[in-house]
């Protein structure tokens, strides 16, 4: 076993919602899972008083003035966009039609894929991101490139080949049948090997014709513990469009629904423009919505609305959505939720109840709700008793307005909301995942 002294913040996973716990002296120990494999579980976690006469045989590491929090989870994130990041356009269909297929026709290339891959991977854990859904792009090539480099570093890592098969420019645009045997044969190679998951990935409903969206809900009912993963409400205009190519369906989202692509384990980003129907639907499927707060400010998107999440009661979490979303930074994403949260209209013309958003509910929609969110509650996203033992080490002296800041807070929720605004990735100072003996520098 392993001891980690410091200011603790986690969640209690015994009461529904974000419970927040902090201990400003506090003793995480950590040991090996069950299994010569295993990740690394937390094994206990509490005030450093308490616990400490109980593991004074353990190993310990001191961090004075630091703060230990869960690694942060992105439930939805490009990995091929990492270098579409910051491209501007009009909206959303034309950044994809710009930037976004001709960069991503490059990844047919498997040692150009696994270029980016690194990269990718490295931003992630720059900014303490240690479990993420992403999208890859149509190439198998691109998956498993990813996949191979993500099980080399032990990050918690679940992603897809997109499915698109029509409207989508040469080069991005996949073969229906063939998409599907891919699929399928990607699952087989990667699912539940070692800390990697699989996701099917229609890219959104309009990129799939009807017999790739039925193939995937095959695929889907076949391979019940896989993930779902796509985009749905995103921006006006595209609901407009799926509404065309979908007459008879009640809404965008229940395009997914009328296909049986909506269950537990499918997350679908955005979730903008949809109505208390569509919640319900989210909320009887056990669907879960991915809050991309850059990515929607960035492309003009609209506002998730928060309150009517609330009110209907379905699952939801933060994503930072690169490369439409602007930052891999887990800080900037919360800050920009708040942002979204406060927002008196959806951006479709359609008000909305805005809401201050405690900055402890903010930590938990990228840490604990969105493991819930994915169906991974109690396996990631919190420092509970269990979990895998991915978490990371924060300085809030690492800048000096934060360090004024962070001392001249009356509470936690002070100085929480002083590391989400003024916070970026010079304030991860190690990372430790539960694939690791050591935290990392």
Known sequence: MQAFRAALLWFDPHVPGPSVRYEPDGLLVTGPGDGPDAPRRVVDVGPWAT?????????????????????????????????VIGSPADGLLPWLERYT???????????????????????????????????????????????????????????????????SPDGVRDETQRSLLDT??????????????????????????????RGAAELAARYPDVWI??????????VRWAAQLYPGARSYLAVYGD??????????????????????????????????PTSNLFLGSGFFDYASAERIGFRYGLASDVGGGTSFCPFHTMLA??????????????????VSLPPSHLWWQHTAGAAEA????????????????????????????????WAQADSLEEALF??????????????????EAQPRL
């Not at 942002?339 to 951006?347: D, L, N, P, S």
């Not at 169906?375 to 690492?398: I, K």
Request: with cysteine; proline share 6%; charged share 20%.
């Open 51 to 83: 616990l400490a006469p109980r593991y004074a045989a353990v190993p310990l590491t001191h961090w004075p003035q630091r703060l230990i929090a869960p690694g942060f989870v992105d439930m939805h994130i490009h990995y091929p966009q990492t270098d």
């Open 101 to 167: 297929f001709p960069h991503e026709a490059r990844f047919h290339e498997p040692a150009y894929a696994a270029s980016v891959a690194e990269v990718f991977l490295d931003e992630l854990l720059r900014h303490g991101v240690t479990t993420a859904l992403t999208f890859a792009t149509s190439h198998p090539a691109s998956v498993d490139a990813l996949m191979t480099a993500a099980s080399q570093r032990g990050l918690k890592l679940i992603a897809g080949k997109v499915l698109q098969d029509r409207h």
């Open 184 to 213: 399928e044969a990607l699952i087989q190679r990667w699912h539940g090997r070692g800390r990697l998951g699989y996701a099917i990935t229609p890219r959104f409903a309009p990129s799939c014709s009807d017999a790739q969206m």
């Open 229 to 238: 993963q796509s985009h749905v409400a995103e921006n006006v205009d595209e």
């Open 259 to 292: 296909f049986g692509l909506l269950r537990e384990r499918a997350v679908y980003a955005h979730c903008i423009h949809i109505d208390d129907a569509d919640r319900a639907l989210m909320r009887e499927t056990g669907a879960a919505a991915a809050v991309s």
């Open 337 to 354: 939720a708040y942002c979204v949260g406060r927002a008196g209209v959806t951006g479709g013309g359609l008000p909305k109840q805005g």
């Open 374 to 405: 994915m169906g991974l509650a109690g396996v990631v996203g919190n420092l509970a008793p269990g979990c895998e033992a991915d978490f990371v080490v924060l300085n809030p002296q690492a800048k000096p307005l934060l360090a004024r800041k």
């Open 418 to 435: 002083a590391l989400i605004v003024l916070g970026d990735d010079r304030v991860v100072e190690r990372v430790c995942l539960a694939a």
